[in-house]
């Protein structure tokens, strides 16, 4: 799509609401290799700009209740493509009913995906790495179908399904097949003042079929505690992809974590807004069948929100961090890279 016709549909879809949402991220880094690695060469060094997003969003409700809705979201991604040049795609664009039917939202269009963003949520670190299906491509944040969501009264559980192209949002469908998934979360302790309030269990599956006779099917089972000053996650991820008969099977592992520490000592006094440590674990074996194909990865540091106050600038955070890839396979050389990465939020 072109540039101008992108930003067209941002200004028309402006002009129709009665108080669109304007806003965006932009995500960048410095990194410097330490090793002699499978992609750079140590002492390597590069400022970056990873990515960028802008879109509005908007809500027209069917009554002064505020109960029901219809809404939308434009958002537009851009991303660098390695040889200096961004090139730009419309990651959402959907149309969304909710409140009609209680505590359930319908989208229809280049929707959310019912994993990838729920995860992000936890993790809280997108603009350092995504998340482990994402990273390792096993499917992505956002495709093109329908999907329904329900939260229930007090948030003890959430249920959210798609149908969806199955492609992604970077590519068309190539034929009449469909991916179907689902994610279940409960929330056993929501609204308690346990410890554990934030506990939650989670399951999700993903059946899809990239062509006649062929298996793109995807299983998560993970658990996570999340509060304001500390969260942790872990989780085990199945996949089964070729032909459905003698499917390659594969999947892996992640654990992810962080501890606020300025919301933990500086609760009631004017300090930096959070500051503290996060890691992220993973490993992933593409193919359980076969040897040294494995690859660990993780990624360690520590963050910060400088704005001293509650000041009317950008909303930024900086993290250091240290990110280590090796292989099974003998013949590729690991990387070690210090990154400085950035998020400023408008």
């Given at each position: 799509m072109k540039i101008w016709r992108i930003w067209g549909f941002l200004l028309i879809a402006s002009s129709l609401s009665a108080g669109p949402t304007l806003g965006g991220k932009i995500y960048f880094d410095y990194t410097y290799d330490l090793t002699d690695g499978q992609h750079t060469v140590k002492g390597f060094n590069s400022f970056n700009v990873t990515r960028f997003y802008f879109g509005v969003q908007g809500k027209h409700y069917f009554s002064n209740t505020q109960k029901g809705y219809a809404g939308y979201r434009i958002l537009l991604d851009g991303k660098d493509m390695?040889?200096?040049?961004?090139?730009?795609?419309?990651?959402?664009?959907?149309?969304?009913?909710?409140?009609?039917?209680?505590?359930?939202?319908?989208?229809?269009?280049?929707?959310?995906?019912?994993?990838?963003?729920?995860?992000?949520?936890?993790?809280?670190?997108?603009?350092?790495?995504?998340?482990?299906?994402?990273?390792?491509?096993?499917?992505?944040?956002?495709?093109?179908?329908?999907?329904?969501?329900?939260?229930?009264?007090?948030?003890?559980?959430?249920?959210?399904?798609?149908?969806?192209?199955?492609?992604?949002?970077?590519?068309?469908?190539?034929?009449?097949?469909?991916?179907?998934?689902?994610?279940?979360?409960?929330?056993?302790?929501?609204?308690?003042?346990?410890?554990?309030?934030?506990?939650?269990?989670?399951?999700?599956?993903?059946?899809?079929?990239?062509?006649?006779?062929?298996?793109?099917?995807?299983?998560?089972?993970?658990?996570?505690?999340?509060?304001?000053?500390?969260?942790?996650?872990?989780?085990v991820v199945l996949a089964e992809d070729g032909p459905a008969d003698t499917p390659v099977k594969g999947g892996g592992f992640s654990v992810h974590g962080s501890i606020d520490l300025g919301k933990l000592l500086f609760a009631q006094r004017p300090a930096p807004k959070s500051f503290g440590l996060f890691f992220k674990y993973d490993q992933l074996d593409p193919n359980k069948d076969a040897q040294n194909d494995g690859v660990t990865e993780w990624v360690a540091g520590i963050f910060v929100h400088p704005c001293l106050f509650e000041a009317s600038i950008p909303n930024v955070t900086l993290a250091l961090n240290v990110v280590n890839v090796s292989y099974e396979d003998p013949t590729l050389k690991n990387d070690t890279e210090v990154r400085l990465n950035g998020e400023i939020r408008f």
């Open positions: 390695g040889n200096g040049y961004f090139t730009a795609y419309v990651k959402y664009a959907y149309f969304e009913i909710g409140g009609v039917l209680p505590y359930t939202t319908l989208r229809l269009g280049q929707v959310p995906t019912p994993w990838v963003g729920f995860e992000e949520k936890i993790w809280g670190f997108r603009f350092v790495q995504k998340v482990f299906v994402d990273q390792f491509n096993y499917f992505g944040s956002t495709d093109r179908g329908v999907t329904v969501s329900y939260t229930s009264p007090k948030k003890f559980a959430q249920v959210a399904l798609a149908l969806v192209n199955g492609e992604g949002y970077h590519a068309p469908e190539v034929n009449k097949y469909k991916d179907m998934m689902g994610r279940l979360s409960i929330f056993p302790l929501a609204g308690s003042q346990s410890l554990l309030s934030g506990l939650g269990l989670h399951a999700y599956g993903h059946l899809g079929t990239p062509d006649q006779n062929q298996k793109r099917n995807r299983y998560i089972f993970a658990v996570s505690e999340k509060t304001k000053a500390f969260h942790l996650m872990g989780e």
